[in-house]
Nanobody
Framework: VQLQASGGGLVQAGDSLRLSCAPSGRTFGYNGVGWFRQAPGKEREFVAAIRWSGGYKYYADSVKGRFTLSRDNAKNTVYLEMNRLKPEDTAVYYC??????????????????WGQGTLVTVSS
């Protein structure tokens, strides 16, 4: 089972996009969902995460106040609403399932079921 990210595209600086993350099949046994991104020539970096227990949400400083996580339980889908996009937000965005403890929520190696990602390009 993989978590598939979708909704990317080409937008201008200041625009908004909403990314979706949904499993490709039946899922169980994970603690939440995280979003990461990887820009060309750079390492994958944490963007945001939501934990099922308590619904707590975590954001990277670079996106705090601009990006918002939400969850639709009926659709088993997590959304990443991205507002006031900047050219530096350009990257492939991935979502994955968090299997680790709370302190690892920003650590990519604590995630499994990575999908192929969706490309977000923000032009200046």
């Amino acid at each position: 089972v993989q978590l598939q990210a979708s909704g990317g595209g080409l937008v201008q600086a200041g625009d908004s996009l909403r990314l979706s993350c949904a499993p490709s099949g039946r899922t169980f046994g994970y603690n939440g969902v995280g979003w990461f991104r990887q820009a060309p020539g750079k390492e994958r970096e944490f963007v945001a995460a939501i934990r099922w227990s308590g619904g707590y949400k975590y954001y990277a400083d670079s996106v705090k106040g601009r990006f918002t996580l939400s969850r639709d339980n009926a659709k088993n889908t997590v959304y990443l609403e991205m507002n006031r996009l900047k050219p530096e937000d350009t990257a492939v965005y991935y979502c994955a399932a968090h299997r680790g403890i709370l302190s690892t929520v920003r650590v990519a190696t604590s995630y499994v079921s990575w999908g192929q990602g969706t490309l977000v390009t923000v032009s200046s």
